[in-house]
């Protein structure tokens, strides 16, 4: 009997136990449910992280495709930085500005300047007194070439070549074996500037610059990727047939006699007129739709017209700004933007005493109000080399326009880094006109760097940033941005003038 009464009592107990146990577990469900819905919510509220615009807004596709068409065409039309000056203009006139005669501005006045055919400024005035400041917006619109040296053209064993010197930090293997356009000018002793242009147009023969065959090229790969393809090696082939002198007789040199004599033909330059002459090897493909979507942009020199361009089109688009908008499409950034069409040159800073002058204004007071944006280009993260970049930190393809605080190397040398008040001031400006933005630094710490104009802007003490797109392959012949981007830039360029 005892027995069967300790058993009835343990059954009770484990019975009760289980309900309680059971009844508790309901409860703290519940309760767990709560808490985890709460920090869900904060979560939502606390952590960022900058989405991709085609699950945000996946409504900006089409505009941003029809937009791209555009800037394809534009790409196309100025491989250089004189074309894209001759092409700005041209559609800048077409918007109503015209050439600035220092006549003083109106609200609405639109007027532009040009700086020795490579560089160019473009101001609309706005509502408010320029005193109160100006909105800057410089982007460059040289890009990494191959330019002729100034004695350029040889003939060796049987072929014509031109000797070239690269223009900005490129990878030196990357240039060979791609069909490559001549581009430039000319100053001919009658005064003439003369317009070279070769490789551009259907049908027109284009250049290139050889490269070992793998048979035989166990000797160069051994050597270190940065010597793969040397400086001196950078030679452009430009005819292989002999001048035709209609005998027997040998001519010295008649291969390059007669690539020479098809330029006399089409340009009237002789060998001594290349010492007159700024030309570029630049490559000669055409911009294209990039991947099965085309949703990308592979072109030669994005860096930086994908930012002067944005800048030119919402500097256009723009009328009756609040604050005063100059646009400057700079030349010479690659070579660390010096040179009087560089942003290192006074030429800005002029344009802007010229218009403070005019309009009754102190230029250092402008100067001290104004906001700056220094727009070009940023790494976006390659899946493919993953090791140069530190993910959290890095711009992505599609997540927008990139906010750059610093740019640099080592420990930030050489970087204008934007104060916290800067950052804020253009954070705000996006984000209340909806622009998809994102964060970004140059590469991983202590993987490299690089600068921008940023600097020649901040030492006319004006707050400035970097913003810009984000680019895969920078540098390279063929470089690849995102539509989705290229069009956010556009609208935040348009937001920050407006
Ligand atoms: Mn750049
Ligand atoms: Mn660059």
């Keep these: ?222 050597r270190k990727l940065r010597d793969g393809i040397r400086g001196e090696e950078l030679n452009i082939v430009v005819g292989s047939l002999p001048y035709d002198c209609g005998g027997e007789e040998e001519l010295k040199e008649p291969v390059k006699l007669l690539a020479l004599s098809i330029l006399n033909e089409r340009y009237g330059m002789t060998e001594r007129d290349f010492l007159r002459a700024e030309i570029e090897m630049v490559p000669a493909f055409q911009a294209a739709d990039v991947g099965l979507d085309g949703s990308m942009v592979g072109a030669y020199g994005q860096d930086d017209r994908v930012c002067a361009y944005t800048a030119l089109t919402a500097g256009i688009e723009v009328e009756g700004p609040e604050y005063t908008t100059v646009t400057i499409l700079a030349d010479k950034e690659e070579v660390g933007s010096l040179g009087n069409t560089g942003l290192d040159s006074d030429y800005l800073l002029h344009f802007i005493q010229d218009l403070a002058e005019d309009c009754g204004a102190d230029w250092r007071r402008v100067l001290r109000r104004s906001l700056a944006l220094s727009s070009d280009v940023n790494a976006a993260f390659d899946p493919t080399f993953p090791g140069v970049y530190e993910e959290h930190n890095s711009c992505y393809l599609n997540r927008g326009c990139v906010l750059t605080k610093y740019t640099g190397a080592r420990g930030k040398s050489g970087s204008n880094d934007a104060s916290a008040e800067t950052m804020a001031q253009v954070i705000d400006i996006m984000e209340e006109a909806g622009v998809c933005w994102q964060a970004g630094e140059l590469g991983a710490v202590d993987a490299g760097g690089g600068g921008t104009v940023a600097s020649c802007l901040s030492c006319l003490n004006v707050d400035t940033v970097d913003l810009g797109v984000p680019v895969l392959s920078m540098h390279s012949p063929f470089e690849l941005t995102a539509k989705l981007d290229i069009y956010q830039t556009y609208l935040a360029f348009c937001a920050f003038y407006r």
């Excluded at 009770?12 to 146990?21: H, L, P």
């Excluded at 074309?83 to 006139?93: G, I, P, S, Y």
């Design 1 to 222: 009997m005892a027995e069967k009464e300790k058993t009835a009592k343990k059954e009770k107990e484990e019975k009760n136990a289980k309900a309680e146990k059971s009844g508790k577990t309901e409860k703290s469900e519940r309760a767990l449910k709560e808490r985890v819905k709460a920090a869900k919510k904060l979560q939502k509220d606390l952590v960022w992280k900058f989405p991709h615009i085609a699950r945000k807004s996946p409504e900006q596709k089409e505009a941003a495709f029809s937009y791209c068409e555009g800037y394809k065409e534009f790409l196309n039309e100025a491989k250089t930085e004189r074309e894209f000056v001759t092409a700005a203009v041209k559609r800048l006139e077409k918007a109503g500005f015209v050439p600035y005669e220092r006549t003083g501005l109106k609200t609405g006045d639109r007027v532009y300047e040009v700086n020795r055919g490579k560089a160019l400024i473009f101001a609309t005035a706005g509502r408010r007194p320029l005193e109160e400041g100006i909105r800057l917006n410089a982007a460059h619109i040289d890009s990494p070439r191959l330019d002729l040296k100034p004695n350029p053209l040889y003939e060796k064993n049987g072929l014509a070549y031109f000797k070239t010197h690269y223009y900005g930090g490129l990878r030196k293997y990357q240039w060979t074996a791609i069909p490559m356009a001549m581009h430039g000018v000319v100053v001919k002793k009658d005064g003439e500037t003369v317009t070279i242009s070769v490789g551009e147009k259907e049908g027109e023969p284009v250049f290139c610059v050889t490269d070992l065959l793998p048979h035989l090229a166990a000797q160069q790969n051994e």
